[in-house]
Nanobody, 123 residues
């Protein structure tokens, strides 16, 4: 079983930066895909960025280079560096993991989820 714990969320003004962290516990040897997804009030979860076990990365098209996903294998930790934050980035951000063959931005592929960390960006 994989357990995920996020941290690093908070409130920031537009243009600011945050770095989210996600530590994976348990049987992480089988984790082939990790990612960040977000959910704004009244909306479904949107894939933000994913990274596969071999380092392949995908971002949602609308980020325009503002976010960077990375991982530290030795620490079993996933990161999301968020720069030039905008009010529309306000959401609950979730760390997710999968041991399947597909690594994509789709919510449905992820069986393991953290509890989320709130990011609020004010104008």
């Amino acid at each position: 079983q994989v357990q995920l714990v996020e941290s690093g969320g908070g409130s920031v003004q537009a243009g600011g930066s945050l770095r989210l962290s996600c530590v994976a516990y348990g049987y992480t040897y089988s984790t082939d895909c990790m990612g960040w997804l977000r959910q704004a009030p009244g909306k479904g979860r949107e894939g933000v960025a994913v990274i596969s076990s071999d380092g392949r990365i995908s971002y949602v098209d609308t980020l325009k280079g503002r976010f960077t996903i990375s991982q530290d294998h030795a620490k079993n930790t996933l990161y999301l560096q968020m720069n030039s934050l905008k009010p529309e980035d306000t959401a609950m951000y979730y760390c997710a993991a999968s041991n399947g063959s597909v690594c994509s931005l789709q919510e449905a592929i992820f069986p393991y989820w953290g509890q989320g960390t709130q990011v609020t960006v004010s104008s």
